[in-house]
Nanobody, 121 residues
Framework: EVQLVESGGGLVQAGGSLRLSCAAS????????IGWLRQAPGKEREGVSC????????YYADSVKGRFTISRDNAKNTVYLQMNSLKREDTAVYSC??????????????WGQGTQVTVSS
């Protein structure tokens, strides 16, 4: 059974930090690019960051560049999203997703349930 399980969300004050984790199982983790996406109430889902399966190339939305860092530990089948200097507009449900191959472009094959991140002023 394929599973992507997010953790690490919560309530944090603006300017604070959180680290999200995405633990994967049920598929060959090394063969997949992993992305983080978020959806705020009343807004469309947007891609936040993605990391390739091959050379570890990372991609970021302009809104999070310089504040968020994505990384992966293939030995643990886990991807992390370190979020620093959080802003109120980062408040959303954050989900991780897996896409077979090295590219971060295209449709994702598997999705997690999401974890809530709330940034207060």
């Amino acid at each position: 059974e394929v599973q992507l399980v997010e953790s690490g969300g919560g309530l944090v004050q603006a300017g604070g930090s959180l680290r999200l984790s995405c633990a994967a199982s049920g598929f060959t983790f090394d063969d997949y690019a992993i992305g983080w996406l978020r959806q705020a109430p009343g807004k469309e889902r947007e891609g936040v960051s993605c990391i390739s399966n091959s050379d570890g190339s990372a991609y970021y939305a302009d809104s999070v560049k310089g504040r968020f860092t994505i990384s992966r530990d293939n030995a643990k089948n886990t991807v992390y999203l370190q979020m620093n200097s959080l802003k109120r507009e980062d408040t959303a449900v954050y989900s991780c997703a897996a896409r077979e191959g090295s590219s971060c472009k295209g449709v994702y094959d598997y999705w997690g349930q999401g974890t809530q991140v709330t940034v207060s002023s």
